[in-house]
């Protein structure tokens, strides 16, 4: 592999920026300094005026995922190729065990979705849906062998929701071994009667969904992982937190010294939950995904939580759905596949309503996108950062490239975007995983299957 030397750009990291060349070889980061020169056989990239980043990590997403009837119209093939064209060079997908089955075979049916397709590095989450004394016993073997450190739980569906006693039960096993249980927090059961007094009512119109899915539906669940995480010594990363009252919970319990981390997607930052209200109903059903839409008091208070660290991660919960997959029937908003598209988007919305609007700082964005991930997941140092050793995940950005998101040209192949029409400034101009050029303004330059599968650790923070 040709040795690739970066000039002339500012690196930026979780903590500060400064001006340095990166020298790498074999896939590494091999020397980072001022000056560097080296040899002819050294392709040579000038980054004058652009952002040399680390690679972003998009620790949530759902490739190729099955969703009532339906499934998630990107493969790994194209969200991963989604993925790389917006610098993101490792995705962890959610591997989903299906009941009266092993988490390994989860593990192994998703490593067929993936292999030999994925544009960018991948690892996975393993979702439990069904606790039993077999499923404990795969534990060791999955954290220690298959690099799967992290299994998610919900709280809401009734197809994955694990009641109080199997929640407990993994939550102290996963805790005994260091893992980490991530979660999804939203009251099921409080959901449910809430659905069924809207459906009685005859409100199936896609507008009276988020009124199903209530704030306080999530701030209690969050409270009840809160005192799981306390009372099972165990980790807890919240997915997709949304609102206000959630992240209040969440701030008192960092207050209090309990391991917890929040994550946020880049939907609650930028809309509202105004989407919902439009009287066709496929318009509407666009923005179904759970949990649904907020205020702008919410919206307000995750920036705020972002800045002062509260919210320590930025993932999409890349979740697609053609529009009409969406649409369908049009029976009830319970018939809608829930998720959105983001991949592609992440990066660059939160730079251009973050950054450039001094709701985050440019360091900050790096730390929820990159550096936070690779700590939580266990992929840390060896990505997440530019360091020497690190692999050579880097991503340059042109911070003045101003551009509209259109879903007439984005690579995913979802064929609308919640975005659409939106002006955002600044774009990834170069993706580079492990060493090799992968991206260069919007030219794709490995093959499928480029992207490898990363075993990680346990959380290092
Ligand atoms: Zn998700």
Redesign the pocket.
């Known amino acids: 592999m040709k040795s690739l030397l970066i000039k002339n750009g500012t690196i930026v990291g979780p903590q500060k920026n400064y001006q340095a060349d990166i020298y790498i070889q074999d896939g590494k980061i091999h020397q980072i300094g001022t000056q560097l020169d080296t040899d002819f056989s050294t392709q040579k990239i000038d980054a004058s005026n652009l952002y040399v980043l680390p690679g972003s990590i998009d620790v ?1 997403t ?1 490739m190729d995922m099955p969703v009532m009837d339906v499934t998630s119209c990107d493969s790994f093939e194209t969200g991963s190729l989604a993925a790389i064209q917006a610098g993101v060079t490792t995705i962890i997908d ?1 591997a989903n065990q299906t009941k009266g089955h092993s988490l390994k075979e989860a593990i192994k049916d998703w490593q067929q979705k993936a292999f030999g397709k994925s544009f960018c590095d991948y690892g996975f989450h393993v979702s439990v849906n069904d606790v039993n004394q077999s499923v404990i016993n795969e534990l060791d073997d999955c954290i220690e062998n298959e690099g799967v450190t992290s299994f998610k739980t919900f709280l809401a569906y009734d197809s994955m929701k694990l009641d109080d006693q199997q929640l407990t039960t993994l939550a102290e096993e996963v805790g005994v071994r260091a893992g980490l249980i991530a979660a999804h927090a939203e009251d099921g059961d409080e959901i449910n009667k809430l659905i069924d007094t809207q459906l009685r009512l005859f409100n199936t119109h896609p507008r009276f969904y988020p009124s199903t899915r209530p704030t306080n539906t999530e701030a209690n669940a969050v409270s009840k992982l809160i005192d799981i995480s306390r009372n099972c010594n165990v980790p807890i990363y919240f ?2 937190i949304s609102s206000k009252e959630a992240l209040a919970e969440i701030i008192s319990a960092k207050a209090q010294g309990v391991k917890i981390f929040a994550e946020t997607c880049p939907q609650y930052l930028m809309l509202n939950d105004s989407s919902y209200d439009q009287d066709e109903f496929g318009e509407s059903a666009k923005y179904v995904m759970a949990p649904p839409l907020r205020d702008s008091a919410s919206i307000d208070a995750l920036w705020e939580g972002l800045a002062s660290g509260a919210v320590d991660v930025v993932a999409t ?1 890349h ?1 697609p759905f053609l529009l009409a997959q969406k649409t369908g029937d049009q029976v009830d908003f319970t018939k809608i596949p829930g998720g959105v598209a983001g991949i592609e988007n992440r990066f660059e919305l939160l730079f251009s309503e973050g950054v450039k609007k001094d709701k985050i700082t440019l360091n900050k964005l790096v730390e929820v996108t990159a550096t936070n991930p690779a700590k939580i997941f266990g992929l840390y140092p060896q990505k997440g950062t530019i360091e020497v050793g690190s692999d050579a995940d880097i991503m340059l950005f042109n911070p003045t490239y101003e551009h509209v998101i259109s879903a007439s040209t984005q690579i995913t192949k979802c064929d609308y975007s919640i975005y659409e029409g939106m002006n955002v400034t600044g774009r990834c101009v170069m993706t580079i995983l492990r060493g090799k050029i992968a991206m260069h303004r919007g030219k794709v330059s490995i093959q499928k299957g480029f992207g490898q599968f990363v075993k990680r650790g346990r959380p290092t923070c």
Request: hydrophobic letters at 30%.
């Open positions: 949530h759902h959610f997915v997709h919960d979740c």
